[in-house]
């Protein structure tokens, strides 16, 4: 990742990526503006929090069952980041 900073948009599906993996986007990705998170089975919110934090450049979030992210926890982002849409289906 620290070698693809020009990555703008980024759709991970069905792979076993984790918190460091988004901690590292945030650090190395700042020109992410789209990032789509399909059954990414080892994240949780903190590193989704970090990573809206630290990417001022994203604006559309996709977290489609995600098991480590419940819908609480996606409002409370919603309102922490209005600035950027993120849809939301829970895990089943």
């Known amino acids: ?11 991970l599906a069905d792979c076993f990526i984790d918190d460091i993996c988004l901690y ?10 789209h990032l789509i998170l399909v059954k990414c089975m ?11 934090a630290q990417c001022h450049n994203l604006q559309k979030l996709v ?15 919603r309102r922490q980041f209005p600035h950027v849409t993120i849809d939301y289906v829970r895990f089943k």
């Open 1 to 11: 990742i620290s070698n693809c900073p020009r990555i703008e948009y980024l759709f």
């Open 24 to 33: 590292a986007l945030a650090r190395h990705c700042p020109l992410l503006t």
């Open 42 to 52: 080892l994240i949780a919110t903190p590193a989704l929090a970090q990573l809206l």
């Open 63 to 77: 977290v489609k069952k995600v098991p480590g992210i419940n819908s609480s926890e996606v409002e409370h982002c």
